[in-house]
């Protein structure tokens, strides 16, 4: 392995002086190009070795793109190593030399971000939305200063966290502190400069999240600016802040003027990982004009360090040497300019490396998978390799020291000298220490009467910890705790630490019990530790009890310990539910739920669910009684709405591989395949329909569909279940319509039916069928008030895959066109027609009105649509007779939707009842899902989340930050607005890929019956 002679030199030419330096924070400066200012050895020894109790739990595992705290971040200066926990929220001071712990802080959240040492104080930023200044001798807390405007809270990530978490990684260059709050833009992002020696602030940037911007994909725009989550970085007179999946945004550090931010210049790249070097910033292994943003060429994926004039960069398995060269070269008139680009000198095979690298004098560390190797620049060789546990993403040099960081929690301290023993720290054995019997009754009868033992707990006014420990030890709960005391708080962390329940199980947090500016809804269970002993008055925590406990089932358990009493929480009045595809049986695409803007988080999560391509139009997530329903490539899962968390799966191996296309017509020609009604799920896959638990998701009944009426075997297709009544019907296998442009495997995704049935919903007995004189398309097929309604029509065989068998027959060798059938309405509970119309039913789709007895029928004239679907007309009937009110010719770009006696189809909105327009403004950026909508609200996409909300005269509005899908997964309900990641196979660099719920204004709904 031998390297070209011009790259060495080069590389001793600059190599650092041979002298002892500080590692003040991540990358070793605040360009964070790891570059360290001393030489390490080309040989190292092991000389201590600490492992954490629990794991780092990164906020992003599924993205390879933040990597900000897949391992904790060091920094090592005046022979003191300090990093923080993202499990536990503490910052830990070792003993550079022999790994000894010399001290601990507590943070309010967890520590995702490397601390920075300044003299002799140390920064460091919090989830708790915190930045925090500690003397670096003893973690004294010096002060602390919020990001946020105020204490509000979010669930996020799985904690209890800031509304603004400190996600804006510090630096500090010149004496100054640069850090940043917030990562929704549209909730407001907060870039801070403040003088280190004083705290005082310098500049505030809180405009740059709200700007109207250009947005990923081309000729989109939002008002969604930047966010911050990564390290900032500092070069020259310019601070950049990453922007998580995005490319940074750069400000001037002076002033804190935004500069610019190239989001759709670079709609698939970006990343967290950011570095300076000279006239350009590197970031997610490309290199940018500091100057203009402009990408350059060259670099690569990988782990990139500084040397000076060059960079070294790891791929995987090779290092490789790079150098910023100029060029004269013509721009698009002919006109001489000035070309900056990076070129490869030379590489070397067979190196660890891609993880993470730093640059010590002539001595390149690189890291692997699992393996860390030093490099000897001048010699062009690996001098030395060494294996750890973990992947090591982070990497510190200090004092002839490396210090190696993985994600397992595993710390490494390497040396020059040779050590005899070195000494390995491994986590105590858990001591819970002496249990309180009172306090121990009280969390087994709270156990056993609640019937709740996983989920989220609150502990209103916590003590010592005893009775949140008791409850994690004795359940599967995770219990966020709070008391107002300091030195009760302080020591509940420490007897939780002692438990090895602080973090994992359990987080403490100092603030009011009256008024815990925790999220509404979260808690499965609220208990009471003060509240035991008699020294918390429980009338004073009713109102907060019962803002925090979670609707349909939470139960708050709070009082004397001789007089516990429970209250179990209904639902919440005039929530709207959405347990079909398009909200109910009746296709209106609306709920009744009462929910208006301005919409801001509740709860955000990511979620290691595989789903289908956000083209292939997947199934829709449904919400009913307190739960969501969500299904992926292989599964059905069920999460509990008010909180996130994972409550059940349910495995169906390829269940929606199908789906996993692009642009094809999906969900929006097969409908779904699942539905929740009452206390059941109930999903079909193939020639059987599952009734699952809603609560567990453990299999109630097995119905497998009727067979054909010539007596063969079917597949189930069109799926819906109201009022005790399980409607499905029998799939027409010959009938497989084309895809888009793009080929696909459609031979799964059936549209049309022969038959239609109903069964009994708890059994699975036949109640009975409907055999089609012709066919039944499933989006003409709409359930309410005890009336089925669909259409009996030909099949439109020009939507067909195989155009061969479309024209048989035909003697212009076309295929026909599409016939008009036969409207019917049938009887739910016995099949028996009601009436039928088989005057001009041209339609596709129905949507039933029950409220003013109206059956809309229409086109589904949208984006990669079926060729049957030609638009431009819609017909109202009144359903309980038949008769047409009205027919009108109208151009429509969307699905309809129906809120009360308003149809709403893009750009056009009608009187249900009459027909006549109804005037209205209404705009949206690019969006190429469907709408949905609820009693105030209008979902959808534009750029980003769109809403436009009926009580307020804000128009078209942003939640920023995310995309939803290609169809429907935007759900307003449950007094909610439910987004599940619908954003699979999409490389375009929204800046947060996650489930997200969110709520309106803090008007929180009464009780339901």
Known sequence: ??????????????????????????????????????????????????????????????????????????????????????????????????????????????????????????FVTSDDGYLYCLATANGVLQKRWRGGPTDQRVMGNGHVISRWPARGGVVIADGIVYWAAGIWQSEGIFIRAQKADSGKLLWLNDKSGGIEMPQPHGGATAKSGVTAQGHLVVV???????????????????TGKFLFYRLQQNTHRGATATMG?????????????????????????????????????????????????????????????????????????????????????????????????????????????????????????????????????????????????????????????????????????????????????VD?????????????????????????????????????????????????????????????????????????????????????????????????????????????????????????????????????????????????????????????RAPSPLFHRGRLFVEGMDALRGVDAYNGRTLWEFALPGVLHPYNADHIVGV???????????????????????????????????????????GKKALWGYIACENGLLFGSLINEQHIVRHAWRPADMSRLFTESKTFFAMDAKTGKLKWRYDAKRSIRHNAIAIGDGRVFLIDRDRALIDLLDQKAARRGAKDGKPPAHATGELVCLDAGTGKPAWQNKKDIFGTVLVFSQQHDMLLMSYQSTRFKLPSEVGGRMAVFRATEGYRVWDKKIDYITR????????????????????????????RSYGCGQMAGSKNLLLFRSATVGYFDFTRKAGTENFGGIRPGCWVNALPAGGLVFIPDASAGCRCSYQNRSWVALQGPDDDAADGP
């Not at 090592?76 to 910052?91: I, M, Q």
Request: hydrophobic share 40%.
């Open 668 to 710: 929006s020609g097969t409908g779904s395949n699942f539905c929740a009604n009452g206390d059941s799920v109930y999903v079909r896959e193939k020639g059987v329909c599952y009734r699952l638990d809603a609560a567990t998701g453990k299999v109630l009944g097995t119905f497998p569909a009727p067979p054909h009426a010539d």
């Open 460 to 616: 209103l006014g916590c003590g010592d910890g005893r009775l949140a420990s008791q409850l994690a030890r004795n359940s599967e709960l995770f219990i966020f705790a709070i008391d107002p005391d300091p030195a009760r708080v302080a020591d509940a962390r420490r007897r939780l630490a002692s438990a090895g329940l602080l973090g994992n199980r359990v987080t403490v947090h100092q603030g009011r019990i009256e008024a815990t500016r925790f999220p509404k809804y979260i808690a499965n269970l609220v208990v009471s530790q003060r509240g035991l002993s008699g020294q918390a008055l429980t009338g004073k925590l009713d109102a907060e009890a019962k803002r925090l406990q979670r609707p349909w089932g939470g139960v708050v358990a709070v009082g004397p310990a001789d007089g516990l009493t429970f209250d179990t929480r209904k639902g919440l009045a005039g929530a709207g539910t959405w347990n079909h595809q398009y909200s109910t049986p009746a296709n209106t695409l609306c709920s009744t739920d009462p929910i208006r803007g301005p919409l801001r988080v509740l709860w955000f999560h990511d979620v290691n669910l595989e789903l289908p391509s956000r083209h292939g």
């Open 236 to 254: 020259g007179n310019r601070l950049l802040v990453p922007t998580g999946r995005a490319v940074p945004a750069v400000f001037d550090r002076t």
């Open 277 to 457: 070097h000279g006239r350009v910033f590197i970031n997610g292994g490309l290199a940018y004009d500091l100057a203009t943003g402009s990408l350059l060429k060259g670099l690569g994926a990988g782990s990139v360090a500084s040397a000076g004039k060059t960079l070294w960069r790891g791929t995987g398995t090779a290092l490789e040497n790079w150098e910023l060269t100029e060029r004269v070269g013509k721009d698009r008139k002919g006109k001489p300019v000035t070309v900056r680009e990076l070129k490869r000198h030379s590489s070397l095979a067979d190196v660890p490396g891609g993880q993470g690298m730093l640059v010590a004098g002539t001595t390149i560390v690189t890291a692997g998978k699992d393996r860390i190797a030093l490099v000897d620049a001048a010699a062009g060789k690996v001098t030395w390799t060494h294996q750890v546990g973990g992947v090591p993403h982070d990497l510190a040099v200090s004092d002839g020291r490396l210090f190696v960081s993985t994600d397992s929690g595993r710390l490494y301290c390497f040396g020059d000298k040779p050590v005899s023993k070195p000494v390995h720290y491994s986590p105590s054995k858990p001591d819970a220490g002496r249990d309180d019997p009172v306090i121990a009754a009280a969390a087994k009868r709270i156990l056993e009467t609640s019937g709740i033992s996983s989920g989220y707990c």
């Open 896 to 923: 309809p939707l129906v809120n009360d006696r308003t149809i709403i189809t893009q750009p056009a909105r009608l009187d249900l009842l009459t027909g006549e327009d109804e005037p209205w403004s209404f705009k």
């Open 1 to 122: 392995m031998v390297m070209r002679t011009a790259v060495v030199l080069s590389v001793v030419l600059w190599a650092s002086p041979i002298i002892a330096a500080d590692w003040p924070g991540f990358g070793g400066t605040p360009a964070r190009d790891h570059h360290a200012g001393e030489t390490l050895a080309t040989s190292l020894h092991l000389a201590w070795s600490r492992q954490a109790r629990h794991a780092p739990r990164p906020a992003w595992p599924r993205d390879g793109r933040m990597s900000f705290d897949k391992s904790s971040r060091v920094a090592v200066a005046g022979g003191l190593v300090f990093y923080g926990s993202s499990v536990d929220g503490r910052v830990r001071c070792l003993d550079a030399e022999t790994g000894q712990t010399r001290w601990t802080f507590a943070t309010g959240g967890p520590i995702r971000f490397a601390p920075a040492v300044w003299r002799d104080r140390l």
